[in-house]
């Protein structure tokens, strides 16, 4: 519920506001979601989505009300032009946004990939703390304000909606940082981004700094404020929180906190935070939080990036009451321990049991509720996969169907795609020989290996037959449900110049799931590559090409 503001319309909120007080309410009471998890997320090490992959993720944003999703950074690989295309041309009801510095190739990158979205936003970026401008820029503070103006004027010649972000704002001076806003501002931009670029703000400093730009840029109505908040000391949440107490009324995160170091703002935390806290911040929100936790479980899955039991909001142990004093309370009145419902994150578990003898409709509605969005083709095909599981358990549990979707689903189909087959293996005297059999377009490959164990030898039997001999990074075996019947599924990290690729592998067959890991991740590898205009090295070595130029931008 939002109480009567008390400061004029248009005047942003002052940090003398008294601990508790219910906020002074900006002219705008709406707070706006920019979700980054397809770019700024995405950056995490280890973390390697398909075009398949980000679809999927961008369509269950839109669905969760997403006001702005941040698609990929055009200019920065063939395969982020495509995926932002593709992106802007099949997903609606959300505003599509593509990152560009403030260079007119990226610029014109980024208007070209959204050229069919139905509401596209060009997100320009320039650096203006003294320690960027003078070590990575090399520019002066004139030749910045210069270099701002001709790229907001530039994005803005190509779309009506143009974000400018101050790189590593949180470390500029005040006064320049203004400057370079005002000169956003007059070239067309209408939201103006206050990024703390590497996690280094406190709240109450982060506040102050966010109301003394607002002030002192005053900015015409219609231009709205944002806040871009790292993690790495673990106050993103609270920065974005203090900036929307200073008047910001956009924020950027991604989901599960994802992102480069420590991560981003985790969206989850800070939309109920919002609302669970209405009484003292005041503010709406147009997210549709009962779609929070499909969504987390779905971005989990496909970039392999485990949430933690105990993250807030998302994670398994967040509504969850073992000490008995507090299963009292909760029995008693669930409000004694509990400050949000588990339903308003969409976490309460499903009772319908999927067996043998359920139909494709009611596989559809499940796949619906875990948060997946496939097309005819693809649920035929996960609906197969499902009724040969079942074939070998009773039922299945939905973190069954999530792994028959991560693993059959969205595999890469890169020109070399290698598909698994079999597998023997003999153990003799403490070593095992395996044999496995992969098919490469229609053609079957098979070699044999030793090794210590049967993982080692069907992962050395691999690399033999794909000529690619990659550093394992990360191996674990998890089970989809507590079940006794549960099936296996295997996440590896593989590494190979300078490339990072995961994959998933599942089946009620550890060493099936554990090979089929693997085998999806050396298809990532080559995706990558192939996508990046490099060449892994296999048949014949590298052709000694190297990645082209292309920031790691965080803005």
Not at 191 to 216: H, M, S, W
Not at 301 to 330: D, M, T, Y
Request: proline share 5%; net charge negative; charged share 25%.
């Amino acid at each position: 519920m939002n109480k009567t503001p008390k400061n004029a319309p248009g005047e942003a909120p002052r940090a003398d506001d008294a601990p508790g007080e219910a906020p002074r309410a900006w002219e705008n009471p709406r707070v706006y979601f920019f979700d980054t998890t397809l770019r700024d997320g995405e950056q995490a090490a280890g973390v390697n989505l398909n075009a398949g992959e980000k679809l999927q993720i961008a369509r269950q944003l839109a669905k969760m009300r997403v006001d702005v999703i941040e698609a990929g950074f055009p200019a920065a690989s063939p395969g982020d032009f495509s995926c932002v295309q593709t992106i802007a041309r099949e997903v609606r009801n959300a505003t599509i946004c593509g990152l560009a510095r403030t260079l007119e190739g990226d610029i014109r990158a980024a208007a070209q990939a959204l050229a069919s979205a139905e509401n596209g936003r060009i997100h320009v970026f320039l650096a203006t703390s003294p320690l960027h401008m003078e070590y990575k820029l090399k520019m002066t503070p004139q030749e910045v304000m210069d270099q701002t103006r001709r790229g907001v004027l530039l994005a803005r010649s190509f779309l009506p909606e143009v974000e400018f972000s101050a790189e590593d704002a949180s470390r500029s001076d005040p006064d320049f940082l203004i400057k370079v806003f005002k000169i956003a501002v007059e070239a067309g931009a209408t939201i103006l981004n206050i990024p703390d670029t590497v996690g280094y703000a406190l709240p109450e400093e982060f506040q102050k700094l966010c109301r003394r730009v607002i002030e002192g840029v005053a900015a015409p109505p219609g231009v709205i404020f944002s806040v871009h908040a790292h993690n790495d000391l673990g106050l993103a949440t609270a920065n974005s929180l203090a900036a929307v107490r200073a008047g910001v009324r956009q924020v950027e995160g991604t989901i599960n906190g994802m992102g480069e170091r420590g991560g981003n703002s985790a969206i989850e935390e800070v939309v109920m935070t919002l609302r669970t806290r209405a009484d003292y911040f005041g503010l709406e929100t147009n997210l549709d939080t009962r779609r929070l936790y499909p969504v987390s479980r779905l971005i989990s899955r496909l970039s392999g990036v485990v949430v933690p039991p105990n993250k807030p909001v998302v994670g398994a142990n967040a509504f969850a009451h073992e000490a008995g004093i507090h299963q009292h309370g909760v029995l008693a009145k669930r409000e004694t321990y509990e400050i949000m419902r588990a339903e308003d994150v969409g976490s309460t578990p499903a009772v319908m049991v999927l067996g043998k003898h359920s139909g494709r409709h009611a596989f559809r509605d499940r796949l619906e509720h875990l948060g997946y969005n496939l097309d005819d083709e693809q649920i035929t095909q996960a609906f197969e996969s499902f009724k040969k599981l079942c074939d070998e358990k009773k039922e299945a549990t939905d973190g069954d169907i999530e792994a028959i979707i991560s693993d059959e689903i969205f595999s890469v189909q890169p020109e070399f795609h290698y598909e698994f087959k079999s597998y023997s293996m003999t153990v003799d005297k403490g070593s095992t020989d395996c044999r496995v059999t992969l098919t490469l377009n229609g053609a079957e490959l098979s070699d044999s290996a030793v090794g210590n164990g049967p993982v080692e030898a069907a992962y050395a039997a691999i690399k033999k037959i794909v000529k690619v001999h990659p550093r394992l990074e990360n191996f674990k075996i998890l089970a989809t449900s507590e079940r006794s019947n549960a099936m296996g599924e295997a996440q590896v990290i593989l590494s190979q110049d300078g490339i990072k690729a995961h994959g998933n592998g599942a089946s009620t067959d550890i060493i099936k799931a554990s090979v089929r890991a693997y085998v999806n991740a050396v298809n990532r590898l080559y995706a990558t590559a192939a996508v990046r205009k490099i060449a892994v090295t296999t048949m014949g070595g590298s052709n000694g090409q190297s990645p082209p130029e292309s920031p790691a931008p965080e803005a």
